[in-house]
């Protein structure tokens, strides 16, 4: 029985198939409105900084993001579908996400699923997570391996993943095994997923075709696989990324990705950064920035690569020591800088094949951005020598 008010009541009979009536659905709508409010407001006053980028992920896995330290992630996911036999109604289900990334290779974050179908009786999801990439491709590993649990309060579940990511070329391979110990009203459950993102125009064009597919092991009647296709894109002069998606999942969360439904819906992916580092003086202050950064004098003692590649610095976070000097290099076909989030160093135009050096004095947390493609993102963690970060 549906005790949560009558606008989530009929908000639940349309996903049961009862019928969804007016005030249901103009519920929704409103949720739409205001989700697309703020989008816009999102993409009118983001600044520059560290946002999860689209370019490197499909509609219903993380691909292993663990966001960089000190920025706060803020998510609009949309998707609706037609409630109608016949004319056309859209019923939207908005997934909302927030998420902080922490010192080593952690995020800590939150969604909220407004309408969801997942659990009989509850109209909407809450879950909680953490998320640890013990594995990094950008420091060495063979592929990118992640570890998340979370607590959906709705399903009162447990629910955990292991993901794994890998590049060949142009194509970034997803995978992840998930499990629930209450998954859509049963115990114990599992699921795997799989995915790709494929650049087409790598280093020219800042665009993916992204696509994934899984599925419950123990899927009953009624219970579809899940996929998701999707067209990524960096939006021009921001630091957002954006998501086309058609899929037939309801919700972002750990069980609305991993059980489709037998209807598609159709919507898109928003990704907000919001620099809260700067705000609470995480990162290195301007003045410390501007006297810690600068071209090498002489030929460095230690150099450490960071190649630009299909729209992505890559790692796009580099912990070193004092002292250590970072070299840029362009593999791209157009123009990038690395420019410091708050202006305090930037590397001006480094053209395709160019390179740029830059030595890091002193500990502290550096975030910097591509000026012509503020969506690319990264950040240099300067430690003192052997010690663990420390930021100033």
């Known amino acids: 029985m549906c005790v949560a008010g009558g606008g989530r009541c ?14 249901g659905r103009g519920r929704a709508r409103g949720v739409a409105v205001a989700f697309a409010a703020g989008l816009v407001a999102g ?13 490197e992920r499909s509609v219903d896995l993380s691909g292993g993001w663990i966001g960089l330290p000190g920025m706060l992630q803020f998510d609009i996911v949309e998707r609706a579908r ?8 859209l019923l939207s289900v908005p997934t909302l996400r927030l998420a902080l990334g922490l010192p080593g290779r952690t995020l800590v974050g939150a969604q909220y699923g407004v309408g969801s179908p997942v659990v009989p009786g509850e109209p909407d999801e809450f879950e909680v997570f953490g998320r640890y990439r013990p594995l990094e491709a950008g420091a060495g590993a063979p592929f990118d391996l992640t570890v998340q649990a979370g607590f959906n309060a709705a399903a009162e579940s447990v629910d955990g993943e292991v993901a794994l990511a890998r590049w060949l070329g ?14 859509y009203g049963r115990d114990g459950r599992l699921a795997l997923a799989g995915g790709a993102v494929v650049h087409p125009f790598p280093g020219r064009v800042p665009l993916a075709l992204a696509a994934d ?6 899927r009953e009647r009624g219970e579809e696989w899940a996929w998701g296709v999707g067209l990524q894109l960096g939006v021009p002069y921001t630091p957002n990324t954006l998501s086309l998606q058609v899929t037939n999942t309801a919700t972002s969360t750990f069980e609305g990705a991993s059980r489709g439904f037998d209807d598609v819906r159709i919507g898109f992916e928003i990704t907000i950064p919001v620099p809260v580092g700067a705000v609470i003086g995480y990162y290195a202050p301007r003045e410390v920035a501007q006297r810690a950064v600068a071209p090498p004098p002489a030929p460095p003692a230690r150099v450490v690569s960071v190649p630009i590649r299909m729209y992505a610095f890559r790692p796009a976070r580099l912990e070193i020591e004092a002292g250590t000097t970072v070299e840029w290099i362009n593999e791209d076909d ?21 390179r740029w050096r830059a030595t890091f004095s002193r500990p502290g947390v550096y975030p910097y951005h591509c000026g012509p493609h503020p969506y690319m993102k ?4 300067v430690r003192r020598g052997g010690d663990s970060m420390e930021a100033r």
């Open 43 to 55: 993409l009118a006053v983001a600044r520059p900084a560290a946002a999860q980028s689209l370019l």
């Open 170 to 183: 142009p194509v970034r391979l997803l995978a992840a095994a998930r499990g629930f110990t209450h998954g």
């Open 334 to 354: 157009v123009v990038h800088t690395a420019t410091a989030d708050d202006a305090s160093w930037n590397s001006g135009a480094i053209r395709p094949g160019g």
């Open 10 to 23: 009929a908000a639940r009979g349309a996903w049961d198939g009862v019928g969804g009536s007016r005030a």
């Open 82 to 89: 037609d409630v109608t036999d016949d004319g056309f109604d």
């Open 378 to 381: 990264a950040v240099v963690i």
């Open 213 to 218: 597919v899984g599925s419950l092991l123990d």
